[in-house]
């Protein structure tokens, strides 16, 4: 009786309390402060995030010079059975299209057409296959987002690693450390490596947290996406 009678003042003396907090002008949170607050916002504006966006925003500064310096050169009128988005798009999309992604392209527009296609693994052509439909056929601006998103995912895994292993003060020099690389430019190009370096890093970083199915799960899709993905299980087999 002492313990309902304890709990019934309890509720007579909060309730009058929130109603007075209501009628005393509190407004439910905008849908910008939800967002702020909610996971994917947090996401969004831990460090690893800005430091993607700051470095995305370099390398589109250097594409845009480029494209200023050398002359646009999807500017001349596309054909009329050109996708939509070819327009705006083509001159900025061909000057990453270099070297071994018009081999990621050919994959995914045409499939493996010759067998010296072998060496390039299925998983990135088929990402950039999927993401180029809604994107009206453009496959290299779908490759380009596949890669900007790996690099991205990648930034957030190995800065939660390290965070891991050796406290946030050392994860942030790493990561600055990676960013800065020069082999980092990679991670932005319509290349596997950022997919890679994203699936490598999650397969590792899972082991670790005792997560060895979704770390199998990892290292297999980056088995399917370069040739050194079978090297991911000598960090699995040691975890």
Known sequence: MEHLTTVSEDRTTTAPAVLHEQGGGLVSPT??????????GVLLSSFPSLVFLLALAFYLALTTLHLWLAGIPGSQPTPSDAPPLADWSSGFAASWARFDSAFFLHIAQQGYTDQGLGAFFPLYPLLIRLLAWPLGGHFTLAA????????WGSYLWFFRLAQREYGEPVARFALLCLVCSPVSFFSFAPYSESLFLLLSLGAIERARAGRLWQASGLAALGMLTRPTGILLLLPLAWE
């Open 31 to 40: 849908w910008l402060q939800r967002l702020r607050q909610s996971r994917a």
């Open 144 to 151: 380009l987002l596949v890669s900007w998103l790996g690099a």
